[in-house]
Nanobody, 122 residues
């Protein structure tokens, strides 16, 4: 299973970015897909998730600014990030799991992508 994350970059505060996660060997519509991020010196944390039944979940820090979605046709999961803040600076990872557990729990996910760096300047 491969999860290829892309779309990161350097932006100014208030800007938008869209991250993509292209999956291979699994169908994103059949899995629970999550986005996590890890800032320098900090632990990896939950950002957003979209479950197989299309239910979405967000951390409090991104709710209202980020949108997680998927395209079954493209077998890709997206994270639309608006109103970016310097605190959003991190490496963003996509993850997949076939387990029915809490979508915001890192250990529930058994497949991980390589991460894409998002840097937000003030």
């Amino acid at each position: 299973v491969q999860l290829q994350a892309s779309g990161g970059g350097l932006v100014q505060a208030g800007a938008s970015l869209r991250l993509s996660c292209q999956a291979s060997e699994i169908r994103v519509g059949n899995f629970n897909m999550g986005w996590f991020r890890q800032a320098p010196g900090k632990e990896r944390e939950f950002v957003a998730a979209v479950r197989w039944n299309s239910a979405t979940y967000y951390s409090d820090s991104v709710k209202g600014r980020f949108t997680c979605s998927r395209s079954n046709l493209r077998n890709t999961v997206y994270l639309q990030m608006n109103s970016l803040k310097p605190d959003d600076t991190a490496v963003y990872y996509c993850a997949a799991t076939s387990r029915i557990g809490s979508p915001n729990t890192l250990n529930e996910y058994n497949y991980w992508g390589q991460g894409t760096l998002v840097t937000v300047s003030s």
